[in-house]
């Protein structure tokens, strides 16, 4: 079976523009986190979904949201880019919402100029 | 609120050896505790978790790792390093909230092997 896939694998944008990236659940995983991994970090927990529905938020600005579509997969959206939002951005699938196992994709680095 | 601190951002090991990476972590309720190891340009793979049961856990690739609730570390052990080994390693804690789970890593450690 496919694992989780998230694209596009690089991504370079300009301070101000808006960007969407996009992830692939394994196939019966209903659950989705995003996470940001700034060089040198360990990732920072963004989102997660479950059903559509959002059930956790991180510590990010509302410049950060995202969704989750019937299929399951979901896409990360980011307004008004800065520097700092410099990072590569993981999702991870679970078959639920609980303390399930989370499987993660190989990431989006986005670079931010 | 939950943390974790791992100990040195870079250990360095020679082949054969023993491999030592130090978690410490906070929790104000029962922890569940991960480590994942992160290759080159690559995503995140699970090497083992404590979720309540035995504390010592063992995991893929030959790694181990303690829960040791008096000490507040989950620290990660392999007997023998090998060269495919170099990475970097990540310890996460989570705790249910919710309904939702998130996983809260410390910074990482960079594992050297040396031939």
């Known amino acids: 079976d496919a694992g989780v896939t998230q694209s596009p694998t690089h991504l370079i944008k300009t301070r101000g523009q808006h960007v969407t990236l996009r992830c692939s659940p394994i196939s019966g995983h209903k659950s989705v986190s995003w996470y940001q991994q700034v060089l040198g970090q360990g990732p920072q927990f963004i989102f997660q979904?479950?059903?559509?529905?959002?059930?956790g938020r991180g510590n990010f600005p509302d410049r950060f949201s995202a969704r989750q579509f019937p299929n399951y997969s979901s896409e990360l959206n980011v307004n008004a880019l800065l520097l700092g939002d410099s990072a590569l951005y993981l999702c991870?699938?679970?078959?639920?919402?609980?303390?399930?196992?989370?499987?993660f994709g190989p990431g989006t680095r986005l670079t931010v100029l | 609120a939950q943390s974790v601190t791992q100990l040195g951002s870079h250990v360095s090991v020679s082949e054969g050896a023993l491999v030592l990476l130090r978690c410490n972590y906070s929790s104000s309720v029962p922890p569940y505790l991960f480590w994942y190891v992160q290759y080159p340009n690559q995503g995140l793979q699970l090497l083992l978790k404590y979720t309540s049961a035995a504390t010592l856990v063992k995991g893929i690739n030959g790694f181990e790792a303690e829960f040791k609730k008096s000490e507040t570390s989950f620290h990660l052990t392999k007997p023998s390093a090998h060269m495919s080994d170099a990475a970097e390693y990540f310890c996460?804690?989570?705790?249910?909230?919710?309904?939702?789970?998130?996983?809260?890593f410390g910074k990482g450690t960079k594992l050297t092997v040396n031939p």
């Open positions: 991870a699938s679970s078959l639920a919402a609980g303390l399930d196992e989370q499987f």
């Open positions: 996460a804690v989570t705790t249910p909230q919710g309904g939702s789970e998130k996983l809260v």
């Open positions: 979904y479950y059903e559509k529905e959002e059930r």
